[in-house]
């Protein structure tokens, strides 16, 4: 049985369709963090690894709000294909410069459908997604930190082991924030 009622969507058909590719990339992100937590994982990186299983969790969470937001407006979410997942990586550096790289798209797809809704007055949607476009930013900038330790401490000799103890450090600084957050 359906009680699904369209015509008490509140959701254009448009919002709904970029929100469900926004869905895509949220799902995308999750996969692709947890194929890096794997890699760094057999590396022998095992705070790199916590921290990219714990972001790979904060990713899903992204997608299962948007979810909810979706579906309480009217609309239907749906549960992405999600393929192209690389599975190997040269360096941990690269690791973490696929993490920005992929931040920095999520971030201007945020702003993108923020630039629609408010161009087709959907404030709505338009007020829902400024916690995305904050948590972009703190997405963006903590993998920004995390390439500069590389820059600052430098990969050779013990190089590689102090810089994932210092992405431990901020991994367990994070989860006291989230902690404090709850
Ligand atoms: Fe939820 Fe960092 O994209």
Redesign the pocket.
């Known amino acids: 049985m359906s009680q699904h009622n369209h015509s008490k969507r509140s959701l254009s058909i448009e919002v709904e369709k970029l929100l469900n590719e926004q869905i895509v990339?949220?799902g995308k992100?999750s996969a692709s963090y947890l194929s890096m937590a794997s890699w760094c994982e057999t590396e022998g990186y095992a705070n790199a690894s916590n921290f990219l299983y714990a972001h790979s969790d904060e990713?899903r969470g992204?997608m299962l709000k948007i979810f909810s937001y979706i579906n309480e407006a009217g609309g239907h979410a749906l549960q992405p294909e999600i393929t192209n997942i690389k599975h190997k990586f040269s360096s941990l550096r690269e690791v973490f410069e696929d993490v920005l790289e992929h931040?920095i798209h999520?971030t201007k797809s945020i702003h993108e459908i923020v630039d629609h809704c408010l161009s087709n007055k959907d404030f709505s949607t338009f007020s829902y997604l400024q916690w995305f476009v904050t948590?972009?930013r703190e997405?963006e900038s903590l993998a920004r930190r995390i390439l500069e330790i590389f820059d600052i401490i430098g990969e050779d000799g013990v190089g590689l082991w102090t810089i994932d103890q210092e992405i431990g450090k901020i991994s367990a600084a994070q989860a006291a924030a989230a902690g404090a957050e709850a």
Do not use: G, I, K
Request: glycine share 0%.
């Open positions: 990339l949220e992100s990713e992204h931040e999520v948590e972009q997405e």
